[in-house]
T-cell receptor, first 115, second 108 residues
Framework: DTEVTQTPKHLVMGMTNKKSLKCEQHMGHRAMYWYKQKAKKPPELMFVYSYEKLSINESVPSRFSPECPNSSLLNLHLHALQPEDSALYLC??????????????FGDGTRLSIL | DAKTTQPTSMDCAEGRAANLPCNHSTISGNEYVYWYRQIHSQGPQYIIHGLKNNETNEMASLIITEDRKSSTLILPHATLRDTAVYYCLGGSYGKLTFGQGTILTVHP
């Protein structure tokens, strides 16, 4: 069982829809992350939040909009996605800020399909 | 960011030690070596990490060469449940770069 909870587990949406992915952790971690994983490929870092502030944006298209409302929650807002955005979206968290080099703990992801 | 090179796949007999190598010759001085594994349809699971010294925990041991250009993950007694993709990563300040990983298959 993972201590990082992601909802929903599966999401199907059209290219004109707006939806959000949610990630929650109650381990007191102060760094949170979004990754994208295509089938049979390794995860790729998208965003890093450290102490609730955006710290890293890996040149992600603006149709993906992250939000960190508080230290336990991380959202990823989706708008006008393309079929190639279909993937597994993984959330992770780590103790301390991103500079602590503590290991990241991952959720089981949201599997997103764009029609 | 450190680039890592791992064998595409490896086999191991159940009950035997699995030794997974990783080359990270471009790793910088402040980058840690992390190992994760991923079982189908689950998120990556943290195994172990280290900077310079060898490390051991309840899951595995990590042997890092003195020049830090390579490392080996050791699963001392592999079970069928250890079948997974194993990723070796270099990273620091929260930025992890996953390589292609090694598919480890443990067979009876």
């Amino acid at each position: 069982d993972t201590e990082v909870t992601q909802t929903p587990k599966h999401l199907v949406m059209g290219m004109t829809n707006k939806k959000s992915l949610k990630c929650e952790q109650h381990m007191g971690h102060r760094a949170m992350y979004w990754y994208k994983q295509k089938a049979k490929k390794p995860p790729e870092l998208m965003f890093v939040y450290s102490y609730e502030k955006l710290s890293i944006n890996e040149s992600v298209p603006s149709r993906f909009s992250p939000e960190c409302p508080n230290s336990s929650l991380l959202n990823l807002h989706l708008h006008a996605l393309q079929p190639e955005d279909s993937a597994l979206y993984l959330c992770a968290s780590s103790q301390g800020g991103r500079g602590s080099n503590q290991p990241q703990h991952f959720g089981d992801g949201t599997r997103l399909s764009i029609l | 960011d450190a680039k890592t090179t791992q064998p595409t796949s490896m086999d191991c007999a159940e009950g035997r030690a699995a030794n997974l190598p990783c080359n990270h010759s471009t790793i910088s001085g402040n980058e840690y070596v992390y190992w994760y594994r991923q079982i189908h349809s689950q998120g990556p699971q943290y195994i172990i990490h280290g900077l310079k010294n060898n490390e051991t925990n309840e899951m595995a041991s990590l042997i890092i060469t003195e020049d830090r250009k390579s490392s080996t993950l050791i699963l001392p007694h592999a079970t069928l449940r250890d079948t997974a993709v194993y990723y070796c990563l270099g990273g620091s300040y929260g930025k992890l770069t996953f390589g292609q990983g090694t598919i480890l298959t443990v067979h009876p």
